[in-house]
């Protein structure tokens, strides 16, 4: 009745049972006993089950870039994983603030949603994997510490709908903070002379949030020279290496396994470099991988050397008379620390308030600590000094690595209170001259004298500051080279004025003793002045008026005189004499009173004021005993302050000559007789001879006819000209226009001396002006001619004056215009004038070598040149043709067949041609040669043509036509076989 479907109206009652083949499933109706329903075999299987390989729960890195795992069915022979999902979310607490408490959506973000995220999954390997290279994983932020939490979630799918229920959380530790270090000792920038121990710290940021722990701590030492940087090595060996070494240090508790470390390494063992600065560098490594960027790092420098230090103030040995301050120096590489002071006084020392027999050592110096150089200074206290008692300051160093200074100097001083002495030495005269220089004295004081200064005044009231006059009184310091025992100073002297000086001396220990007054207002009004003195620095001059200088003499001077003058500003001392030394050039000897002697002698001379004279007396003829001599004056003025003139030998006063000898002159040029042209004699030149007193002018006349040249024209009136005189020479440049062709001049000159001597004869020269030029004529050839050869040209010159000197000849191609050029034997286009040779009244040229052209026209140009130099302008030209000679007569019919072989008709009259032939085979047009007819025909009666001479072109030209309508032909009266030779 069911019909196969069974409905349940009062419910059903299932019962299982588990079999060896599987469940046995049974379906009772609870109302209809008996009714039922059964399945045997049934399988009944778990969800599938995942599992998270990558990242573990507690999983700790900076970087995950892939997440990795398993899912499996329960039982792979009924079921199999359809899908597995996995769901990110970050922490409650530990992560970015943007993402704390939320879950990653994906690719859109992170979102307070839950978001299951499908993920790869291989049902072959039954694995699975996110990359995030894919994109299937977030990149991962953390926080301000470098550190977050994430959690992953997972669970899987299979394809009898079994569901996994949710596994995790596993939680990635994402470790992004690196690890830190530092270095706690030695300082950075510290200076040591020891390192034994190097210690520091470290941390992570994680800390126990995250459960970060440092793992290691390395250090690295390092020093840089000469551009290479040295690593200390710790193991296998120690050692200094230039390849980068890291040393691992040791934690303070014994092992590395908490987020905060202290660390320690024992660095007694490290060679540290001397005066280097070496860097200690440190870094972490914490539990994540993570190493510390940057490293830590410090500098320190080591340093064994000692500094050094030096008292500046007081100076050793100075001598005081009050209390000083000690102040000095300090220098150290790396700095220095402080600097004591030791006072010692015979062998006790100073403690401040005391003397005992102890060595101390005072502190209290002041300065900039730290400095590598450092200006110190240290006040005594107490009152230790006592008068004319020397005492000895000792300083001592400290730098910033604790080296003390070894290498210690002593400094001493003496206390005095005695006032020192000064003596002034110069000037000692109240007049002074040019020669006065320094104002000098002497000083003295038992333990030294500091310094002697000076003020030294001038009218019109100006002070020496030391460099230059000025209005203000001025205190100078005086030069010595012996401590002052022997001191002096100087000024710029003005000549003329007067001088006051006073004096201030001080000894080494600062007292003072004043040379009259120190007082400034008496010092202005010249009182207590220690000397006064007048300066005349001028020195006289003096002059030889008579004989005058450079002048030559032909008589004897009696009485030579002159003037010497003392001038200058202000007040001068005035002339006291004037000395003369007169020379002589001819043997070097000097006038003494009355005799020449060898050697410089200083002539008195008669002074009246300011004017002085010599005078010869009977001795004048003993004076000039030379005819001819050159006579040298020094003259020397002094005045009295003692300023003279310097005599020197090479710069006379004056010199004169006296001379009675005349003097010579010669024409050079133009040449006597000669022939002269264009510009010549543009110049008129001579030579002059003097022997003493030079000569003093050159005259010159010059004539033509009875006419004379005045410099620019000419004149009836006598002309005398003055000349260039040189040294042995003279010349006359004026000619501008002179000169007409074809006169005759003649040149006059004289002579005079400086003494006035005047030449004794006058020389005199004639020449002849030509400007004209030369003829010239060509003879051979004949011009309009026509030539067979032409082995030489020939041509004849004449000139009316200086005569033919030579004749050139041209040879030109007319066709191209070429011209021939004997020396290089060829054709040129520019002019050849070829050098000729005179022969038998003839300039000839020999032209056999010329390659002459058949039936070519060529130019024979000549060209004269007379003996002055004078081209012919309009050279002489003839022109020829030059034609080949004949070589062969040829006798043949008047159309030019050969005769040869004819065969002629006896009694008939032919008209026949003669042609004679060149090498070329062509019609030789200059031949003029006669020709005759002969024949063997023997009748007696046979008519030949006469005998003919040939005429040259533009006659025959070689060809000529024998007929009988003009003259005769050939008529053979005989029949038989005949020559017939022309």
Known sequence: TDQGIHTWTGGCILKSTNTTTGWKVRAEDVNDVGIYGEKTGIKVLSPPTSTIDKPWNGYRSYELTLASGTAKPHNSNYAYVTKVEMAIKCDDTIGPSDRVGKWWQGGVGWDSTQ?????????????????????????????????AKYHFYIRSYDSLYGTETVKGPFTFICDKGKPTSGITSPDNGGNYSSITMIQGTSSDPG?????????????????????????????????????????SVTANDGSFDFYSE?????????????????????????????????????????????????????????????????????????????????????????????????????????????????????????????????????????????????????????????????????????????????????????????????????????????????????????????????????AQWESGQMNRIWIRVTDNAGNITYYNTGDSLDIDSDVGYAYEFL????????????????????????????????????????????????????????????????????????????DWSFDFGANLNTFYENTEETYYLYTKGRDYAGNEETFDENNPTAVFVYDIIKPTSSITYPVDGNYYTGAEPSVIKGGIHDGYS???????????????????????????????VFTSTWSYASLSGAWSDAATYTITTYVSDKAGNIQSSTPTVSFIYDSSEPDSYVNTPVDGQMYESMNVVKATATDALSGVSEVRIAIQRQYDGKYWDMISSTWVASVVYNTTTYNAGFYELDTSVIPWENDVWYNVISKAIDNVGIEETTPYQSSFKYVKPA??????????????????????????????????????????????????????????????????????????TFDFATSTGICLKKAGSWNITV
């Open 115 to 147: 978001k299951w995220l499908d993920t790869p999954y291989s049902v072959d390997a039954e694995t699975w994997t996110r990359v995030q290279a894919n994109g299937e994983l977030p990149t991962w932020t953390v926080d301000s510490n470098g550190n």
């Open 207 to 247: 800390g126990s949030d995250i459960n970060s722990i440092i793992t290691k701590v390395e250090i690295q030492i390092s020093y840089i020279d000469a551009g290479t940087t040295y690593y200390w090595q710790a193991t296998p060996s120690t050692g200094w290496v230039t390849t980068e070494k890291w040393i």
């Open 262 to 490: 202290g660390w320690y390494w024992d660095s007694s063992l490290v060679s540290w470099q001397n005066q280097k600065l070496h860097y200690i560098r440190s870094k972490a490594y914490d539990n994540a991988g993570n190493i510390q960027d940057p490293v830590s790092e410090i500098s320190v420098t080591y340093d064994i050397d000692a500094p050094d230090s030096d008292i500046s103030s007081p100076s050793d040995g100075a001598v005081l008379n009050s209390e000083p301050v000690i102040s000095g120096t300090a220098v150290d590489t790396q700095g220095v620390s402080y600097v004591t002071v030791r006072i010692r006084k015979g062998s006790e020392y100073w403690n401040g308030s005391s003397w005992q027999t102890l060595e101390v050592w005072l502190q209290g110096a002041t300065g900039s600590w730290g400095d590598s150089n450092v200006n110190w200074s240290f006040t005594i206290p107490g009152s230790p000094l006592s008068e004319n008692t020397t005492y000895y300051f000792t300083s001592k160093s400290t730098d910033t690595a604790g080296n003390e200074e070894t290498n210690l100097i002593e400094r001493s001083i003496i206390y005095d209170t005695v006032k020192p002495t000064a003596t002034l030495t110069q000037p000692d005269y109240q007049y002074q001259n040019w020669s006065f220089v320094n104002v000098e004295g002497t000083s003295y004081d038992l333990n030294g004298i500091n310094k002697v200064e000076l003020v030294i005044k001038r009218d019109p009231g100006v002070y020496w500051d030391g460099t230059s006059w000025v209005s203000d009184i001025t205190w100078i310091t005086a030069y010595s080279t012996t401590s002052y025992n022997i001191w002096f100073s100087s």
């Open 535 to 610: 300066y005349d620095a001028s020195t006289p001059t003096t002059t030889v008026d008579y004989p005058v200088n450079n002048s030559a003499y032909n008589v004897k001077i009696q009485t030579f005189t002159g003037t010497i003058e003392d001038s200058g500003a202000g007040t001068q001392s005035g002339p006291y004499s004037v000395k003369l030394k007169i020379k002589r050039a001819s043997d070097g000897k000097w006038w003494q009173v009355n005799t020449w002697v060898s050697s410089p002698w200083d002539n008195s001379t008669v002074l009246n004021i300011n």
């Open 694 to 724: 030079g000569i003093e002018f050159v005259k010159i006349r010059i004539s033509s006819g009875s006419y004379y040249w005045t410099g620019s024209s000419w004149t009836v009136n006598e002309t005398w000209l003055d000349c260039n």
């Open 887 to 960: 070589v062969q007569l040829s006798l043949e019919w008047t159309d030019g067949t050969d005769l040869e072989g004819s065969e002629l008709i006896a009694g008939v009259e032919y008209d026949v041609r003669v042609v004679a032939y060149n090498e070329d085979g062509t019609p030789a047009l200059a031949f003029n040669k006669e020709i005759r007819f002969t024949t063997t025909e023997d009748s007696g009666e046979a008519i030949l043509p006469d005998n003919y001479t040939f005429t040259p072109y533009p006659g025959d030209g070689g060809v000529h």
